[in-house]
């Protein structure tokens, strides 16, 4: 392509889903992970007294919201990610009993 050289990178970021040159995802997930954790720990910091149907309805608009963020073209393959992310729903379960 008239000489020119493309620049090899690790990872790049396309439609909010950061692709690997391994294709793991990894950093993917571990970064909807992290934003799900951080925005977990803000509703649980604002607001303590609510009941748990509230808990509830901002759980699934606010946090698995950026869990299941096309979740069908990273689907993890490793048990390590997965844990990640079902230690998140667990985390939830706990609260909402």
């Given amino acids: 392509m008239c000489d020119l050289q493309l620049q090899r990178c690790d ?6 889903v950061i692709i690997d040159s391994s294709l793991t995802f990894e950093d993917h997930i571990t970064a909807k992970v992290n934003k799900a954790y951080s925005v977990l ?5 604002n607001v303590q ?4 149907d509230a808990f509830v ?19 993890p393959d490793r048990v390590g990610l997965i844990c ?14």
């Fill in 11 to 16: 990872s790049t970021k396309d439609l909010g």
């Fill in 41 to 45: 720990g803000i509703i649980k910091r």
């Fill in 49 to 52: 007294h609510i009941g748990k």
């Fill in 57 to 75: 309805l901002l759980y699934k608009s606010m946090v698995r919201s950026h869990l299941e963020f096309s979740n069908s073209v990273w689907p």
């Fill in 84 to 97: 990640n992310i079902l230690a998140i729903v667990r985390n939830i379960t706990m609260k909402s009993e």
